[in-house]
């Protein structure tokens, strides 16, 4: 609120209809320091409990983005149509530490050739299981896996001999199997490297939803 202007004595107050209040009598203005004086103690607690919840939510909020949900963006096009280049999407980092990772999720993990770089691809194969792909077909334990997420555009005709899961690691893919350097190329990976699953797009607005 702008200062009152040095010299002013009195003040002309619009009513709500538009109207003007007319100044009150000679001992108007104990009355308004009074009043005044009231307000302002009355403001300073609601101003700290607002300040208090929003450094509460802010703390929330970083905690979230820290420990549990983080905002990330696709950057290639690896993963599409289920994922495209600069899509954004988030991140939790603290699911597996509930529930084990599964056939079919779509994990972010450190890339093993380069930890300072970071993939994402889906799970395909588990520990132990055998992992086939005869002219772009993908066999899991010798049974035909069904990849609704790869539509024939985004296939390719490569095989790759049969190979067994080892412990404690994951077979991945790209489901832009012509554009993807996956576990066809860089081997299984590791549980450890693995740290986050892509849950929900947030951009462009058209692909707000659940990653699946």
């Not at 489901?175 to 990976?189: A, L, Q």
Request: aromatic share 12%.
């Amino acid at each position: 609120m702008p200062d009152t202007p040095p010299g002013s004595s009195s003040v002309r107050l619009t009513g709500a209809d538009g109207s003007v209040l007319s100044p009150a009598v000679a001992d108007a203005p104990s009355l308004a320091s009074s009043s005044t004086s009231a307000s302002s103690q009355r403001a300073r607690p609601g101003f700290g409990i607002w300040v208090r919840d929003l450094l509460i939510s802010l703390a929330i909020s970083a905690f979230i983005i820290v420990f549990i949900y983080q905002p990330v963006k696709v950057e290639g096009v690896s993963m599409m149509p289920s994922l495209e280049d600069q899509e954004r999407i988030f991140v939790n980092k603290f699911v597996y530490r509930l529930e084990p990772i599964e056939r079919g999720d779509v994990v972010v993990f450190r890339y093993p050739r380069d930890p300072s770089k970071s993939y994402i691809k889906r799970v395909i194969g588990m520990a132990g299981d055998h992992i086939r792909i005869d002219g772009g077909l993908v066999y899991v334990n010798d049974e035909l896996l069904d990849e609704y997420y790869v539509p024939a555009a985004y296939a390719d005709a490569r095989s790759f001999p049969d190979t067994v899961v080892p412990p404690n690691c994951y077979f991945v893919l790209g489901d832009h199997r012509s554009m993807s350097s996956d576990s066809r190329e860089f081997g299984p990976v590791n549980r450890s490297f693995i740290y986050g699953k892509a849950v929900f797009g947030y951009w462009p607005m058209e692909k707000v939803g659940r990653v699946r």
